[in-house]
């Protein structure tokens, strides 16, 4: 069984305490498997693979956009979070069944792809560059950790309506490449958030093929 | 007191090689079994990598940055002590009443030597609130703040895991601090804990009736098991603990008394036939389970008793009828209610079954509607059993178990000439489980017996 749970805006530093704390019960045993929904306020977050180069505002600049940055325990680059991108922070067990993290970034991946089919957007994978791609740019960014006990957190995120302009204080995920792209701007109208929730938390369910109990605010 | 190998572990099927991200302890440092001691990075993924075994991390082969194939030796841990000693070893050494059992003992001169003179580092925690930390779960500080525990009490008389004071200590200390408070390490004292049965109340000393009653409707404890080596262990989700738990006060509470009938199902089945045309023109699908519940739901009118719930020396007559319908979600189960069931025509019923049903299986059920069920219909007989014997779910006084329903050999009279006649029929055990506390024999038998009337003379404006 999943509980998901929308907690609505959550600053970034909140969230990784939330996170903490979630992974240390789901290894006790004192709660069921976790899917937490939420946004983040404005925030550049550095994953373990970061290169420093690939933030591309100094402090002066961030603080005039009002975007926060964190070093964080994830795998990964440089990536952005804001209003309007939907951000899923799975703390699952994966013992005993699915203890291999190639499979788990690849359900993740399955999860968004589904996810956005819903709305008749098709994204598609490319090899070697997790996360979820469109013709038009990337649309889900995913970095996760494992703990001790195969715990995991961190996980994706999945542009809905995001401000894209903000990117460009990024080189998103190490890849100057490639773009990013969002529902809305795929669409050409806005998508509202809770349709893309229950898109998910379906997605969810049948790639982890799990029960899902709904359960709103914090654990 | 062997030499642990870590190796780079398997993280996938597809991942070969693994890069040290981050070391989380230094040599020479003490390290607890499942404590994480480094993280390795891949492909998007972060990775903590826990100790395979306490001991001390006594060689770092793999440094920070760089990548290794997986099964690369990356450290090696010495283990030391009692702390790595199977937890048999150390009822051996708690019966021993002059060696005090540690969290891990202290490691002897030759120990010392073999760790490469770092065992200064060896984590001695200064302050005891360290000193609990590192010997003691989060649940079982939280119970012991719960009960208002100080844990430090309890320092010395961990059984666990290199010596970590478990649930169960924590229980025997709650047990034993109400009898004798000031009770100190003495000899028997350490033997009790070392056979925890012995701690129990024993027939020999007066016990007040009112231990036996929190002990019976008390917490409940699932006993413990040996783990033999081809095992696997599963740690129960939430909802199987809650089922678990329910399911135990659910049968130690009411006195569960089971009833069989027989019930012919050829009336239900000539209503379905005459009414398939209607329903599929109206786009309802009318099962069996349909047709039963709302026979149920009239019948349960007349026995209010198995509409009810014992609570303290009241019984509850509940003012609506609910039934709960318990839907097998494979794995696991989830009873869906439908409210004021007996208002609702045939119908209605059948419409709120495959609703609920359906939602159900599509895990969209909101928390209202698997709560306030005053009775429940289970139907193992979809899986072809004969007849199920229900546990009553707690808070009610009856459920109905619906066995499979199959053609048989039967014998009937002519109900004009009394001739009798072998007859092929549709036939089905239904089982009636029901407290016993407030619903009498003759009654759950009335209420069988009023439940087949109706099945076999099914009404036709159901």
Request: hydrophobic residues 40%.
């Amino acid at each position: 069984m999943v509980e998901v749970r929308w907690l609505g805006s959550v600053p970034y530093q909140e969230a990784v305490d939330l996170q903490d704390d979630l992974v240390d019960s789901r290894r006790a045993g004192s709660i069921p498997d976790q899917l937490l929904l939420l946004e983040h306020p404005h925030v550049i977050t550095l994953g373990s693979a970061s290169d420093s180069s690939h933030v591309l505002v100094g402090l002066e600049e961030r603080r005039e956009l009002g975007v926060e940055l964190f070093e964080t325990g994830r795998g990964g680059d440089v990536t952005y979070h804001g209003p309007g991108q939907i951000v899923g922070y799975p703390i699952l067990d994966l013992k005993p069944e699915r203890k291999d993290v190639h499979r788990y970034l690849r359900d993740l991946e399955e999860v968004l792809l589904r996810a956005i089919h819903t709305f008749g957007v098709e994204g598609a994978r490319v090899e070697g560059h997790t996360g979820v791609w469109t013709g038009d740019g990337k649309i889900g960014a995913i970095g996760v950790r494992v703990s001790s006990g195969w715990i995991t957190s961190h996980g994706f995120a999945l542009n809905v309506d995001t401000d894209l302009s903000y990117f460009t204080t990024i080189v998103p995920c190490g890849n100057p490449d490639r773009g990013v792209t969002s529902l809305a701007s795929l669409l050409g109208h806005p998508v509202p958030t809770q349709s893309v929730i229950t898109a998910i938390q379906d997605a969810f369910a049948q790639v982890f093929d799990a029960t899902i109990l709904r359960a709103d605010g914090l654990p | 007191m062997a030499r642990i190998e870590v190796p780079m572990p398997q993280m996938g099927e597809s991942i070969a090689e693994g890069t040290v991200s981050k070391w989380l302890k230094k040599v020479g440092d003490w390290v607890e079994r499942d404590e994480a001691i480094l993280e390795i990075s891949t492909d998007k993924v972060d990775a903590e990598i826990p100790a395979p075994q306490a001991g001390v991390l006594s060689e770092v082969v793999v440094n920070e940055g760089e990548t290794v194939e997986v099964g690369t030796i990356i450290a090696y841990i010495q283990e030391t002590g009692a702390g790595a000693s199977a937890p048999g070893d150390l009822a051996t050494v708690a019966a021993t009443p002059d060696r005090p059992i540690e969290g891990y003992s202290r490691p002897s001169a030759d120990e010392d030597d073999r760790v490469a003179g770092k065992s200064e580092s060896r984590p001695d925690p200064s302050t005891t609130e360290e000193r609990i930390t590192q010997r003691s779960t989060p649940v079982v500080r939280r119970m012991a703040e719960e009960h208002g525990v100080d844990l430090s009490a309890l320092e010395g008389r961990g059984s666990g895991h290199g010596g970590r004071v478990t649930k169960q200590d924590l229980l025997e200390y709650l047990g034993d601090g109400e009898r004798d408070p000031g009770a100190g390490e003495s000899g028997p004292r350490v033997a009790n804990r070392v056979t925890p049965l012995s701690a129990r109340p024993s027939l020999a000393e007066p016990v007040d009736a009112s231990t036996l009653w929190d002990a019976f409707y008390g917490d409940v404890q699932h006993p413990e098991f040996p783990i033999r080596d081809r095992d696997e262990v599963v740690t129960m989700d939430k909802v199987r603990r809650l089922t678990a738990e329910h399911m135990v006060i659910a049968k130690r509470i009411a006195p569960h008394v089971h009833s069989l009938i027989e019930i012919d199902f050829s009336r239900v089945d000539e209503i379905r036939r005459d009414n398939r045309v209607l329903w599929s023109e109206e786009g309802v699908r009318v099962s069996f389970t349909a047709l039963v519940a709302w026979a149920v739901s009239r019948t349960l009118r007349d026995f209010p008793m198995l509409n009810a719930t014992a609570s303290g020396n009241n019984v509850i007559a509940r003012g609506n009828v609910n039934l709960g319908i318990a839907v097998d979600l494979d794995p696991g189960l989830i009873v869906p209610v439908i409210r004021d069931a007996d208002d609702l025509s045939l119908v209605g019923i059948a419409k709120k079954i495959v609703d609920l049903a359906q939602r159900a299986r599509a895990r969209r059920l909101g928390p209202e509607e698997i709560q306030g069920g005053t009775f429940t219909i289970t139907n193992p007989g979809v899986l072809g059993t004969l007849v199920g014997l229900p546990i009553i779910p707690k808070g009610t006084s009856g459920i109905l178990g619906a066995g499979a329903i199959e053609k048989k050999v039967v014998v009937v009279s002519d109900p004009v000439t009394d001739a009798d006649s072998i007859v092929i029929r549709k036939r089905s055990i239904f089982s009636l489980a029901y407290d016993h506390r407030i619903v009498d024999g003759a009654d759950g038998a009335r209420f069988l017996a009023n439940l087949k009337q109706m099945l076999e003379e099914f009404p036709d404006d159901a």
